[in-house]
């Protein structure tokens, strides 16, 4: 039987490949995302520091300003390095890439290098092109496809990434290596692989052309594939004799009567956009167009600013061939995002290829607990894994810190149930850093050079000050068996062991700097500000500018309402109840792009606080985030999930790091309140931080990041400059995220390990009594959060507000209260969406007439329930960006009862 043909089910039977010179994707297409929203370009908030190693040598941000440019932007694998890195190529930066030091590219020194060529120069590398300046392709972005994902070969210049075009491999070439030019690169090309298939090619070129530069395609059989482009493109077009694959070379020297048509700065842009249509139009009249693919690409990215950063891991060397001394680069990562326009018949208008993150992470899933130190929880985990820096028992504190004589305390692996809560405020904390008493010139004095240096011997003298005998509390850490889910996760996954809490002071400010990467001048609870909420901008807003999606699980009113953005009714089917559907999203795979568990921190017999704060247990922590564990690596996103557990702030226990104190900037120049000023320049106490996910390898220990500033840090702004990377988000919130180290480079495999635990350690119960919440007084932390619900149900307009309505509450009242509050919440807020209030006004302190108009869902004082809102006219609203992971999209979902129906179902069950 006569075997069948093998034909292409493809409809495209001709390939045109045009390539232009030296422009990066921002720097000739980004701003045509003001032109389809889905291509990932710029928004004008992108910016480049003059000085990559100094935060405050001011910030060039990216314009629309481009023209002609003169001279050549650098764009060497030296300079692009730097432009990538921010900081000089070594002899030994890929030597030591290659065993597992990865600094993932930060983008942020393109204005520097500049600079170094040509004073002003940044302002040409920081700009791009108006899509009116380029006609030609702004036409071909919306007739046909951007792709807006294509990088450059290698970070180097023309000649290696041109190799590459045509050979997938520049022979190890990062540079033009004139002995390579006598004899010819040897590899084989993709002409020859054509004519080896039957299938035929052609090179139209208007001066010599470079795939001369390759010694077989000097072969005599070759020379009739060379084509006069002027005299003979045009007519082969006419005549429909195009072979399948067309390499059209363009002018590469510029003259009076044949400028330049590559693009290559200097040469005038406006050449190559005559070109680009010269060649088009010869297509569009060809009776071959109904099978034609026509491509324009640029061949590496000429020293331009790009935002969006090239892969570094993952990439394969083509033949194991190094690269020349004293770099020997690997051919492992991959060079500058570059323009790529797609062109054919075949394509929809207006295609833009879709962005993808070359990250395997497509949900991130943060759980923050309370007020516990890295050497309290985690410090003696160095004797299972002698690289985290730990403790040894040798570590200690005197009694006095103005007093060597006075004894000394050492640290002990003897933790177990602890009350009551240690100092941890602003006050505090200095003293257990400094020995030394924060007075209101401190930080003033300090801001003027006198910095003090953290000795971190005050932390027995200070807890001696609250109760005599607490330094042994402080003093003492969990030995791994006591907290048996971390000892396995530290074991199978990730442990960071310098990451800093984002300030030296209490809870509330450093869960704001979670989200938002400031707490807007706070250093303690401003009641003030619970009202009207907290105005700065969140990740999840940037999230959802983005496209993509988050996804709040609480068991009492989430601390993410303390954001006044946060409480816009648009928003509330993002707030889940973490008993009712945690696992069932996890389950059914609708998980979204990034999600915040919200801990209980109100301890009760029924529901005991499982949030780690002094005096709860901390089994039920344990507990907790096996629960969370056991429920994500059961789910079908599991391969996708990497799974955070942090800290929000030390609590007063010993830490023996002294956290940095110069070189951070302050987010937003803010000062703190009076007395002392605090200038947000100085991290907190170093805080526990496990990182879970198939992608890390078993025992890996993160230190310190490796950039983007060489002060730069691990701390809880951290977490939204990553979200940021992963996502390929926009901009950054503040100047402190944009400074804050990002830790996606622990997700160090190839491939998704298949031995990770399905369940963890029961944990064992550390206290021998049950609390009792209808006599214990409130935690300050637990007093903000019921301080924060009567601004949920109008108690904010009361005379008891804020301090007389918790002075003497109990945790039962506050478990009540909080419920009875979030449900008023819920219920308003549900009216006032069937009653057509506009989603996306946040709330604020109108009256009752006017709270259907402003998103406001809250009663006024008195906290009546049932009233009606005003009908709001129904208006069309925005519609919100597509998602990027399947979510609940969600209903409000009965979230309305939440922690009054919690307790009864609890109640229920123990009696049955």
């Given at each position: 039987m006569a075997a069948e043909a093998t034909t292409s089910t493809y409809p495209i039977k001709t390939i045109v490949l045009v390539v232009q010179e030296n422009r990066s994707f921002d720097h000739m297409l980004g701003w045509m995302k003001s032109l389809n929203d889905n291509i990932n370009g710029v928004t004008g908030g992108e910016s480049n520091p003059l000085s990559a190693s100094d935060p405050s040598s001011g910030r060039v941000f990216f314009g629309d300003g481009s023209g002609y440019s003169e001279p050549d932007p650098g764009h060497s694998l030296e300079a692009t390095h730097q432009q990538l890195h921010g900081a000089t190529l070594t002899s030994t930066t890929f030597s030591s890439n290659s065993t597992g030091s990865i600094r993932v590219p930060t983008m942020q020194g393109f204005a520097e290098q500049a600079e170094s060529i040509n004073k002003g120069m940044s302002d040409v590398v920081m700009n791009g092109f108006k899509p009116e300046m380029?006609?030609?392709?702004?036409?071909?972005?919306?007739?046909?496809?951007?792709?807006?994902?294509?990088?450059?070969?290698?970070?180097?210049?023309?000649?290696?990434?041109?190799?590459?075009?045509?050979?997938?491999?520049?022979?190890?070439?990062?540079?033009?290596?004139?002995?390579?030019?006598?004899?010819?690169?040897?590899?084989?090309?993709?002409?020859?692989?054509?004519?080896?298939?039957?299938?035929?090619?052609?090179?139209?070129?208007?001066?010599?052309?470079?795939?001369?530069?390759?010694?077989?395609?000097?072969?005599?059989?070759?020379?009739?594939?060379?084509?006069?482009?002027?005299?003979?493109?045009?007519?082969?077009?006419?005549?429909?004799?195009?072979?399948?694959?067309?390499?059209?070379?363009?002018?590469?020297?510029?003259?009076?009567?044949?400028?330049?048509?590559?693009?290559?700065?200097?040469?005038?842009?406006?050449?190559?956009?005559?070109?680009?249509?010269?060649?088009?139009?010869?297509?569009?009249?060809?009776?071959?167009?109904?099978?034609?693919?026509?491509?324009?690409?640029?061949?590496?990215?000429?020293?331009?600013?790009?935002?969006?950063?090239?892969?570094?891991?993952?990439?394969?060397?083509?033949?194991?061939?190094?690269?020349?001394?004293?770099?020997?680069?690997k051919f492992d990562r991959l060079g500058v995002r570059v323009p790529v326009i797609m062109v054919s018949p075949w394509i929809e208008r207006g295609t833009a290829e879709a962005t993808t993150s070359t990250y395997p992470i497509k949900t991130i899933v943060l759980v923050v607990q309370e007020n516990r130190s890295f050497d309290h929880m985690l410090g003696w985990m160095k004797s299972l894994n002698d690289n985290i820096n730990g403790v040894t028992g040798g570590e200690s504190n005197p009694l006095s810190a103005s007093d060597p004589s006075s004894g000394r305390v050492f640290f002990g692996d003897g933790s177990g149930y602890s009350e009551p809560d240690p100092g941890h405020s602003l006050e505090a904390t200095h003293q257990q850093l400094h020995g030394a008493t924060l007075t209101s010139t401190t930080f003033s004095s300090n801001s003027t050079g006198s910095i003090r240096v953290p000795t971190m011997q005050g932390f027995a003298e200070q807890a001696e000050s609250i109760n005599k005998g607490m330094s042994d509390v402080v003093m003492n850490g969990f030995k791994p068996e006591m907290v048996p889910v971390y000892k396995e996760l530290v074991q199978e996954f990730a442990v960071c062991d310098r990451w800093f809490a984002s300030i030296p002071t209490l809870t509330q400010p450093n869960r704001l700097y979670i989200h938002s990467a400031t707490s807007y001048g706070a250093t303690e609870n401003d009641t003030s500000m619970l009202i009207k909420g907290y105005p700065q901008k969140t990740i999840?807003?940037?999230?959802?500018?983005?496209?993509?999606?988050?996804?709040?699980?609480?068991?009492?009113?989430?601390n993410t309402l303390f954001f006044r953005n946060m409480r816009k009714l648009k928003y509330i089917d993002n707030y889940h109840q973490f008993d009712l559907q945690f696992k069932d999203h996890c389950e059914k795979g609708k998980l979204p792009n990034y999600v915040v568990i919200e801990n209980r921190y109100l301890d009760t017999k029924l529901l005991p606080g499982n949030d780690d704060h002094p005096a709860h247990d901390v089994s039920e922590g344990q507990k907790f985030v096996k629960q969370v564990y056991e429920a994500l690596r059961s789910s079908p996103q599991w391969n996708e999930i990497l799974f955070l557990i942090i800290y929000d702030e030390h609590g007063g226990f010993y830490d023996h790091v002294p956290p940095p104190i110069t070189g951070v900037p302050s987010p937003d120049d803010i000062d703190g309140p009076e007395p002392y000023k605090f200038k947000f320049d100085r991290l907190g106490v170093r805080v526990p931080?496990?990182?879970?996910?198939?992608?890390?390898?078993?025992?890996?220990?993160?230190?310190?990041?490796s950039g983007p500033y060489p002060t730069s840090e691990f701390e809880h702004s951290s977490i939204a400059a990553t979200i940021k990377k992963i996502f390929n988000l926009n901009d950054f919130l503040t100047k402190r995220d944009a400074w804050a180290g990002t830790f996606e480079g622990v997700v160090n495999?190839?491939?998704?390990?298949?031995?990770?635990?399905?369940?963890?350690?029961?944990?064992?119960?550390?206290?021998?009594?049950?609390?009792?919440?209808?006599?214990?007084?409130?935690?300050?932390?637990?007093?903000?959060?019921?301080?924060?619900?009567?601004?949920?149900?109008?108690?904010?307009?009361?005379?008891?507000?804020?301090?007389?309505?918790?002075?003497?509450?109990?945790?039962?009242?506050?478990?009540?209260?909080?419920?009875?509050?979030?449900?008023?919440?819920?219920?308003e807020c549900t009216k006032a969406k069937e009653s057509g209030a506009d989603e996306h006004h946040a709330t604020d302190q109108s009256a009752v007439g006017k709270k259907a108009e402003t998103g406001d869902c809250r009663p006024s004082a008195g906290g009546q329930q049932g009233q009606r809102l005003v009908q709001a006219p129904q208006q069309p609203q925005p519609q919100p960006p597509a998602k990027k992971s399947n979510t609940s999209g969600g209903v409000l979902e009965n979230a309305a009862a939440s922690v009054t129906s919690t307790l009864e179902s609890a109640k229920q069950a123990i009696s049955e």
């Open positions: 380029v006609p030609v392709y702004k036409e071909l972005v919306q007739e046909f496809a951007v792709c807006d994902r294509w990088f450059a070969s290698i970070p180097t210049l023309t000649q290696p990434n041109r190799l590459y075009i045509h050979s997938a491999t520049s022979y190890g070439a990062t540079e033009n290596d004139t002995s390579m030019l006598i004899k010819g690169y040897p590899q084989k090309t993709i002409f020859e692989s054509l004519e080896e298939g039957g299938c035929s090619f052609g090179i139209y070129h208007q001066y010599p052309p470079n795939t001369l530069f390759f010694r077989n395609m000097r072969k005599l059989k070759y020379i009739d594939n060379y084509h006069q482009f002027d005299l003979q493109f045009k007519d082969h077009c006419e005549k429909g004799k195009l072979p399948n694959y067309v390499v059209i070379e363009n002018r590469y020297l510029d003259t009076k009567l044949l400028p330049g048509n590559d693009d290559h700065p200097a040469h005038d842009v406006s050449e190559g956009q005559k070109f680009v249509k010269q060649v088009y139009e010869a297509l569009r009249s060809s009776p071959q167009w109904n099978e034609i693919l026509f491509l324009i690409i640029y061949d590496e990215h000429g020293g331009f600013y790009d935002h969006v950063p090239p892969p570094i891991t993952g990439v394969p060397s083509p033949d194991d061939i190094d690269g020349p001394e004293p770099y020997k680069f999840f807003e940037s999230l959802e500018e983005g496209g993509c999606s988050f996804g709040i699980y609480h068991q009492y009113p989430p931080v496990i990182m879970v996910s198939p992608w890390i390898e078993r025992g890996t220990v993160l230190h310190g990041p495999r190839t491939s998704p390990r298949q031995d990770c635990p399905e369940k963890l350690s029961e944990p064992v119960k550390m206290r021998d009594f049950e609390p009792n919440e209808d006599e214990a007084k409130l935690t300050d932390y637990q007093g903000e959060m019921v301080q924060m619900a009567a601004t949920l149900n109008g108690d904010h307009n009361k005379d008891i507000y804020p301090h007389k309505l918790v002075e003497n509450m109990t945790v039962s009242q506050a478990v009540t209260y909080v419920g009875d509050a979030y449900k008023v919440y819920c219920e």
